[in-house]
């Protein structure tokens, strides 16, 4: 058997399936490239983790993956695509929260995260960062938000966007805290950190990667990461759950999907590989670089975990009354 085939015995061995159950199609999976869309351009959180993913199942197997980036609607045209494909295998996606658990639930897509794709693998998960200008008197989370409560409505703060997994984020802090923060948003992180910088405004929510060469350099500070435990890219920068906000837990993820009906056998191919890259010290390493912090699981465990990210962003959404004009 060649390197790059995987006979269907195997995987029918992986899900309890028999040869006689399956098509004839699945007998020598992959036959043929495998496609890794990737929902956005070059650079960014999306497209490292579809090219981490893909460069190493490619060295794994053997096989040919191939990453394409396709971006638009706000990272929902290249899940649409994915959702419309033939469920053999040959059609993957890179998921990440915003594209799965937010946008979906703001505007109209041409797909239903739960009904029309296949969680295959969780990839990394993410806390995002509270930061402020090297300058600013906030020296805590803690000044902050006292600062707010005694002021409401008037600090301002940026994000990459409406919607976006930011301000999700700084809007659940603020229920969370019981205080009101004026949202600036941006068409993406860039501008708003240039703002942030420049004095025009109190405070920003960003991704670690995008924020971290900034920080890194003190242009920057770090006042929290919006999860219950630290970063291991950013060790020395608290947690909000440590200002006393036990359960606070704002987390981003990553991760791998495929159209719905995708056999069984080939999903826990796929996951069973995939968790084998996660767990490389290389790949650790440059997760880590980014904020990212590997999360091999199952199928079903990413499956809940979608669930129960999608119904916490309604519940934030609700309560925050957010719109995306």
Request: aromatic fraction near 6%; proline fraction near 7%.
């Amino acid at each position: 058997m060649k390197r790059r085939e995987f006979n269907l015995m195997t995987l029918a061995g992986l899900a309890g399936g028999t040869l006689a159950s399956a098509p004839a199609w699945a007998q020598a999976w992959p036959s043929k490239p495998i496609r890794m869309i990737i929902p956005s351009t070059p650079g960014g959180g999306t497209d490292f983790t579809g090219r981490q993913i893909s460069t190493k199942l490619a060295e794994m197997n053997g096989w040919s993956v191939v990453p394409d980036n396709r971006p638009g609607a706000g990272t929902a045209l290249g899940l649409a695509e994915a959702a419309r494909a033939k469920p053999e295998g040959y059609e993957l996606v890179i998921a990440q929260s915003d594209n799965v658990s937010l946008i979906p639930l703001l505007m109209k897509v041409a797909y239903d995260p739960i009904k029309d794709l296949t969680p295959i693998a969780l990839a990394a998960t993410t806390p995002l960062v509270i930061i402020v200008n090297d300058n600013s008197p906030f020296k805590t989370l803690a000044d902050l938000i006292k600062a707010a409560k005694a002021e409401p409505g008037m600090l301002t703060y940026g994000t990459s966007g409406t919607g976006g997994s930011v301000h999700i984020a700084m809007e659940l802090l603020q229920l969370t805290a019981g205080c009101k923060m004026q949202h600036v948003p941006y068409k993406g992180s860039t501008p708003a950190l240039a703002d942030l910088m420049g004095g025009h405004l109190k405070f920003a929510g960003s991704s670690i990667s995008s924020a971290a060469t900034l920080i890194q350099s003190g242009k920057i500070r770090a006042l929290a990461v919006t999860s219950s435990k630290r970063n291991g890219s950013l060790p020395n920068v608290p947690a909000v759950a440590e200002f006393g906000y036990k359960d606070f837990n704002a987390m981003s993820f990553y991760g791998v999907m495929g159209p719905a009906g995708i056999p069984a056998p080939i999903v826990a191919r796929l996951n069973a590989d995939i968790n084998k890259i996660l767990q490389r010290p290389d790949v650790k390493t440059a997760f880590l670089a980014q904020g990212f912090e590997a999360a091999p699981v199952s199928p079903e465990e990413f499956a809940s975990i979608i669930r129960a990210d999608i119904q916490k962003s309604r519940e934030v959404i609700a309560s925050a009354g957010i719109k995306v004009e």
